[in-house]
T-cell receptor, first 113, second 111 residues
Framework: DTEVTQTPKHLVMGMTNKKSLKCEQH?????MYWYKQKAKKPPELMFV???????INESVPSRFSPECPNSSLLNLHLHALQPEDSALYLC????????????FGPGTRLTVL | KQEVTQIPAALSVPEGENLVLNCSFT??????LQWFRQDPGKGLTSLLL???SQREQTSGRLNASLDKSSGRSTLYIAASQPGDSATYLC??????????WGAGTKLIIKP
């Protein structure tokens, strides 16, 4: 089963709200990723967890906070977002954090008002 | 710095034709190259992964080739169908283990 699930599918939030995006995989993968994708652009890497440790943290604003409770789950906590943060947020996983094939979830369409 | 280019940005062909999508990269020091498909507003579907030691991979009507020395990969789609309409992205896994993405080719198959 090469499935990565994400909830919710759609999210609308105000700039003062706090919300969380969730991602789950049951492939036994040890690396999980968050990407942000704007319309007609390729995905941009935000965070990587490899063996439940944050190994890459690009210069992503602190209003995005990742959490990896265990090797199957990945959350992205959102707080005080800006309208320009509206995008498709994609979760992915791979066998390891180096060269494994990445499998993506369906994404969460986020709109910040 | 690795750069990945996909040409053309868009392609429209009649149903039934065989077609080739192109991906080029500037640094041959890659671990692998992955082709994805993305339908509008949806997530990415992994189509094929080619390791740096491989020359090609096949899955159904899809065949991907890799020529590291020239920095090129092609995705060949045989007997195209309207359901193949989507954006196709290639990405290379470079020395820092991150995926470096092309901008994609939007493919339209006309019935």
């Amino acid at each position: 089963d090469t499935e990565v699930t994400q909830t919710p599918k759609h999210l609308v939030m105000g700039m003062t709200n706090k919300k969380s995006l969730k991602c789950e995989q049951h492939m036994g993968h040890r690396a999980m990723y968050w990407y942000k994708q704007k319309a007609k652009k390729p995905p941009e890497l935000m965070f990587v967890y490899s063996y439940e440790k944050l190994s890459i943290n690009e210069s992503v604003p602190s209003r995005f906070s990742p959490e990896c409770p265990n090797s199957s789950l990945l959350n992205l906590h959102l707080h005080a977002l800006q309208p320009e943060d509206s995008a498709l947020y994609l979760c992915a996983s791979s066998q390891d954090g180096t060269t494994g094939e990445q499998f993506f979830g369906p994404g969460t369409r986020l709109t910040v008002l | 710095k690795q750069e990945v280019t996909q040409i053309p940005a868009a392609l429209s062909v009649p149903e039934g034709e065989n077609l080739v999508l192109n991906c080029s990269f500037t640094d041959s020091a890659i671990y692998n190259l992955q082709w994805f498909r993305q339908d509008p507003g949806k997530g990415l579907t992994s189509l094929l992964l080619i390791q740096s030691s491989q020359r090609e991979q096949t899955s159904g009507r899809l065949n991907a080739s890799l020529d590291k020395s020239s920095g090129r990969s092609t995705l060949y789609i045989a007997a195209s169908q309207p359901g193949d309409s989507a954006t196709y992205l290639c990405a290379v896994r470079g020395s820092n283990y991150q995926l470096i993405w092309g901008a994609g080719t939007k493919l339209i198959i006309k019935p």
